[in-house]
C-alpha cells in the first residue's frame, strides 16, 4: 500500500468516524465508486499527499493555510491521537490564521465554548486551555484539571503543579518560557463525590484529542514532555505502563516525547530515588535541547559522598 493510498484512506476513515459521531447512520455511496474500490490498489506512483493546512514560516511566529477549501471534520480515532491525514487545527478552525497568535485565541475559544463531553461541560467551573509560551520549545502534557485547575482556569496550579514548576524552574526554565496543557481540557466530573479527582476515560481523551493535537500541531515544540501513564496512553497510544515506558524516549509524529512520572507520583512516594528519575528524565531534555546544564544540576538527589 502506497503512502498516498495509506493517508487517503486514514482521512476517508476519520471522516466516516466523524459523521458517525454527529447521527449519520449511512453514508450514500455511488455503484461505480463501490466497484473502484473493490479493485485493485494502483501501483503506479502517486501523488504527492496534501501538505496539511499549517505550515511552518518563517519568522517562526507565522502559519499560513495552504488552501481555503473546506476539509472533512477530524474525528478521534482508535487511538486518542492516531495520525490522520487531517490537521486538527483545520478540522476545528477551518482557515487557519495567518498570525500563529490569532489561531491559538481562535482555538481557544473554541475550547472554551466546547460542549463535546455534555457531562463534562454540565459539571465543570473552568475549561483549562493551556498556558505558556506558544513559541516554546517544550511542551508538557498532563492528562486532566484537577478541582484546583477546575477552579482556576490554569493547568497545574495544584500542589502537583506547584512540584512541576519546581521542575520546570531547576532545568533554568520557567512557565512564562514552556507550554502546559492537559490531553484533557475539563476536569473529570465525579458525580455523588465532593472530593477528590479522577483520570479521565479513553472515550474523553478521544473526544477531547483534537484541541490539543491542534495545540501541538501551532506550537511546534522539539520535546514534548509526557507527564503520568495517562498521558502516554493517550497521546502515544501505548499501554506499556509508565514504569516501563519513563527514561526511554518516544516519538509523537516526529516530535520526540519523554514520559516521565506524573509529579502527583512524586508527592506520594518521597524517595529520592523516585525523585532521581523524574530528574534524570528532565536532564534528558536539556540534552536533546542542547541547553546548558550545571554540575550542581547533575548531582541533584545522588546520595552524597
Known sequence: MTDAYRQLLDSTLHHLESLKARGSS???VEADTLASLS??????????????????????????SESAKPRP?????????ASSGVSAATSIL??????????????????LACTRCPNLAAARKSVVFGVGDIRARIMFVGEAPGADEDAQGEPFVGKAGQLLT????????????????????????????????????????KTCSPYVLAQIELIKPKVIVALGG???????GNFTGIMKLRG??????GIPVMPTYHPAFLLRNQALSEKRKVWEDMLKVLE????????????????KE
Not at 74 to 81: F, I, K, N, T
Not at 94 to 111: F, H, N, Y
Not at 248 to 253: A, D, E, V
Request: aromatic share 4%; charged share 20%.
Open 26 to 28: 449511512f453514508v450514500r
Open 39 to 64: 479493485g485493485p490498489v494502483s501501483t503506479a506512483p502517486a501523488a504527492q499527499p496534501a501538505k496539511p493546512a499549517v505550515a511552518s514560516a518563517s519568522p517562526r511566529n507565522e502559519v499560513r
Open 73 to 81: 471534520a477530524a474525528a478521534p480515532a482508535s487511538a486518542p491521537m
Open 94 to 111: 477551518g482557515v487557519v490564521p495567518e498570525s500563529l497568535d490569532e489561531a491559538m485565541a481562535q482555538l481557544r475559544e473554541k475550547a
Open 166 to 205: 519546581k521542575i520546570i524552574e531547576t532545568m533554568g526554565l520557567s512557565r512564562q518560557t514552556v507550554y502546559i496543557a492537559n490531553m484533557v481540557k475539563c476536569r473529570p466530573d465525579t458525580p455523588g463525590e465532593t472530593a477528590g479527582n479522577r483520570k479521565p476515560t479513553l472515550d474523553e481523551m
Open 230 to 236: 495517562t498521558a502516554v496512553e493517550g497521546l502515544l
Open 248 to 253: 526511554s524516549w518516544q516519538t509523537f509524529r
Open 288 to 303: 536533546r535541547l542542547s541547553l546548558p546544564i550545571s554540575g550542581k544540576q547533575r548531582g541533584f538527589f545522588l546520595p
